[in-house]
């Protein structure tokens, strides 16, 4: 028998519910619960990884670079300056100009840009 996440969730609402005597249907009830609780998780993801630099059209090389070098995010990205990108190890002037070219693309300017 496998169990899912679902499952796993509405285990947990069943065992809260049972701890606290409620009574009536606990297995509708965990089931509601174990949904609410897949939607949240899923609504969280997504805002975890709406900043993520692979959002950027860029190479592998270029995100395994920037990834060496601590930038995850591309807020991360919005606090250097183009100089800073180039003192990257591995980033030479066209990694660095491909980087910012993405970062113009999704609206943003690097540090120091006008």
């Known amino acids: 028998m496998n169990i899912d996440l679902r499952d796993w969730f509405a285990g947990l609402a069943m ?7 409620h009574t009536g249907v606990i297995g509708k ?3 509601m619960l174990a949904d609410l609780m ?9 805002e975890k990884n709406k900043d993520t630099i ?10 395994n670079v920037l990834k060496a070098h601590g930038v995850f995010r591309i807020s991360d990205l919005l606090n250097m300056t183009f100089t800073d990108l180039m003192k990257i190890p591995n980033c030479g002037s066209y990694t660095a100009k491909k980087i910012r070219q993405e970062v ?3 609206g943003y300017k690097l540090k120091g840009e006008q």
Not at 15 to 21: R, T
Not at 54 to 63: A, E, F, Q, V
């Open 54 to 63: 692979h959002l950027m059209y860029l190479d592998k090389r270029s995100i």
């Open 29 to 31: 009830e965990a089931y």
């Open 15 to 21: 065992q809260s519910f049972l701890n606290q005597s």
């Open 104 to 106: 113009h693309k999704l």
């Open 38 to 46: 897949l939607e949240a998780r899923i609504i969280s993801i997504h």
